[in-house]
């Protein structure tokens, strides 16, 4: 199948999924009250593995309710996290404990996904998406400080850095999806789509094997925090909205920015690295060894390591 009508297809299946299932109580990302409690449980488990003092608050924004995750050093830089696709803030627990030593971090779940935050506004658009991030740096007055994206994280924080007068320091893109180039390996990450259309745990486990080199590294209570966001987790188109940015808004971006993938990446390849050190000014990029997707996993000390010595 041409790879723009595979993707016209699924397109169409996602928004005819999501249009046909109703909400039976006041929340736009799951279907029931006790499917979210679940998963709730389940994201709790997971923030056991930070293994280190925390506060979660939630920040009342005009789409709803942001939750944010509070820790790291007082007095440090400030350093905001935004996660990849249905992962939730809980997937920084391979990295949190080396990021929290020199910097005071907020990580944010994304209000449209599953995670603690409650979108109240169907609305999502690139528009919206960046004014709700600003109700929530403005919130914590937020200086020149530090972001780090992972996946569609990594295209969030790179739609905020283009914005004029924005306040963000220093970037680090792990792997940022449909921020240079459109996916070109649509047949190898259809495995994610059909999981989001039929989930079960076989396609979950197939799905694991293609976005990981070393799925067994994956904690098996984040696994299944994972799993439930898939399950449960009403499905949604709003992954076509995110485009490549232009030449023009790269170029806009003067920040100092690092960019990070897996040389088993399925979202990103050399063609992605190359268009970034092309555009954007102040630019280091760097392939990670035996990584694929979920390279903050894979590799983390090594992610870890090149994240510190960026930012620091």
Known sequence: ???????????????????????K????????????????????????????????ENIQTAYG?????????KNGKDLVLLHGMDAS?????????????????????????????????????????????????NHYKLKKFDIIGASRGGWIATLLATQNNNSIDKIVLLSP????????????TS??????????????EKTLQTFSTHPEKISTVYKKQFYLANKYAKSNSSMFKMRPFSDTELQSITNPVLILI??????????????????????QTKTISDAGHFLSIDQSKIVNNAMIDFLE
């Open 65 to 73: 309710t942001a939750h944010v995750i509070v820790t790291g050093l």
């Open 25 to 56: 109580f006041d929340d736009y990302v799951f279907k029931t009250k006790s499917e979210k409690q679940a998963y709730i449980d389940s994201y709790n488990q997971t923030l056991k593995l930070w293994d280190l003092p925390y506060t979660e």
């Open 262 to 283: 897996g040389d088993r990446d399925v979202i990103n390849s050399e063609e992605s690295l190359e268009r970034a050190k092309k555009f954007l000014i102040h630019s």
């Open 89 to 137: 803030s809980s997937m920084w627990y391979p990295n949190i404990k080396a990021l929290s030593k020199k910097h005071r971090i907020y990580a944010i779940d994304f209000i449209i996904e599953p995670g603690k935050s409650t979108l109240t506004s169907k609305s999502h658009s690139s528009e919206e998406i960046v004014l709700l991030y600003n109700e929530i740096f």
């Open 177 to 188: 999806a449909q921020t240079f180039k459109f996916i070109d390996k649509v047949r190898k």
């Open 191 to 204: 495995s994610a789509l059909m999981l989001k259309l039929f989930p079960n745990e076989k396609k979950f």
């Open 1 to 23: 199948m041409p790879k723009l009508l595979f993707k016209a297809v699924l397109l169409f299946l996602l928004a005819g999924c999501a249009a046909s299932k109703k909400a």
